[in-house]
């Protein structure tokens, strides 16, 4: 469901949003041991619940400024659909600035720009993936990077 609208002056606001509903319609797996378990219904794992953002873009002048707020539901480390396999969703917000140095009267410059962008800007910490292992210490979580940058130039001629 994306989508987008210009707001008043130069403002730009988006927004994109999908909803999983993914579950096996019929799915029998056999234990080690031969036990057979009906896991038909449950969701699959590795599929987030949601994914959304909505960003809003700002235009002002020699300054272009981004602030995007995404969010993930919650998903499952395995086929079980027990609620202790799982991996919570979350909600972080990235900033990004983007100078254009020309606009400053360094005519020298056009066409350069230079960014920042601070992602994970609350450093929220949270998991983005992971996997169930029964024979070993049970929900492996892979935890998501802290805040951190990326600086860039970018030179159109």
Do not use: C, M
């Given at each position: 469901l994306p989508g987008f609208t210009e707001l008043a002056g130069?403002?730009?606001?988006?927004?994109?949003?999908?909803?999983?509903?993914?579950?096996?319609?019929?799915?029998?797996?056999?234990?080690?041991?031969?036990?057979?378990l009906n896991l038909s219904g449950n969701p699959i794992a590795g599929v987030p619940d949601h994914l959304a953002t909505l960003s809003l873009d700002s235009d002002w002048g020699p300054l272009a400024s981004r602030f995007t707020l995404r969010?993930?539901?919650?998903?499952?480390?395995?086929?079980?659909?027990?609620?202790?396999?799982?991996?919570?969703?979350?909600?972080?917000?990235?900033i990004g600035f983007t100078l254009r140095p020309a606009a400053f009267?360094?005519?020298?410059?056009?066409?350069?720009?230079?960014?920042?962008?601070?992602?994970?800007?609350?450093?929220?910490e949270y998991e983005t993936w992971g996997y169930?292992?029964?024979?070993?210490?049970?929900?492996?979580?892979?935890?998501?990077?802290?805040?951190?940058?990326l600086t860039g130039v970018r030179y159109a001629f």
């Open positions: 130069r403002h730009q606001l988006e927004l994109a949003f999908a909803r999983s509903w993914d579950k096996f319609e019929r799915f029998i797996f056999y234990e080690a041991d031969g036990t057979r969010s993930a539901g919650r998903q499952y480390l395995d086929s079980s659909g027990l609620a202790a396999r799982t991996i919570d969703g979350y909600q972080v917000l990235d009267g360094l005519e020298s410059l056009a066409g350069a720009e230079l960014d920042l962008k601070l992602y994970n800007a609350l450093d929220v169930y292992d029964g024979w070993g210490e049970g929900n492996y979580k892979v935890p998501a990077a802290k805040s951190h940058f």
